[in-house]
Nanobody, 123 residues
Framework: QVQLVESGGGLVQAGGSLRLSCAASGRTFGRYTMAWFRQAPGKEREWVATITGSGSSTYSTASVKGRFTISRDNAKNTVYLQMNSLKPEDTAVYYC????????????????WGQGTQVTVSS
């Protein structure tokens, strides 16, 4: 069982930055592929980025490439999402997720989810 707790969300102006954190419980964090998803009001939840257990490979959706960076610190059982050059369309609840599928990007491939953290980008 893995418990995930996100933090770092908030209100920021367009062009600003935020760093989200997701702290995981358990001693096998490094075995899990980790991902960030987001859900905007009235829209489906969408995949944002994925990182392998070792942190050696990452994968992100086209709309955030060059602006968002996923990373992890296995010694701290934490995964991060650094978000730069934020746009109003990035406004959403951001969720972290843990699973065992390599570089997964589908929701059903993830077994554990956090409660989400709100990110609001004003224009």
């Amino acid at each position: 069982q893995v418990q995930l707790v996100e933090s770092g969300g908030g209100l920021v102006q367009a062009g600003g930055s935020l760093r989200l954190s997701c702290a995981a419980s358990g001693r096998t964090f490094g075995r899990y592929t980790m991902a960030w998803f987001r859900q905007a009001p009235g829209k489906e939840r969408e995949w944002v980025a994925t990182i392998t257990g070792s942190g050696s490979s990452t994968y992100s959706t086209a709309s955030v490439k060059g602006r968002f960076t996923i990373s992890r610190d296995n010694a701290k059982n934490t995964v991060y999402l650094q978000m730069n050059s934020l746009k109003p369309e990035d406004t959403a609840v951001y969720y972290c997720a843990a699973g065992i599928q390599y570089l997964a990007r589908q929701q059903y491939e993830y077994d554990y989810w956090g409660q989400g953290t709100q990110v609001t980008v004003s224009s």
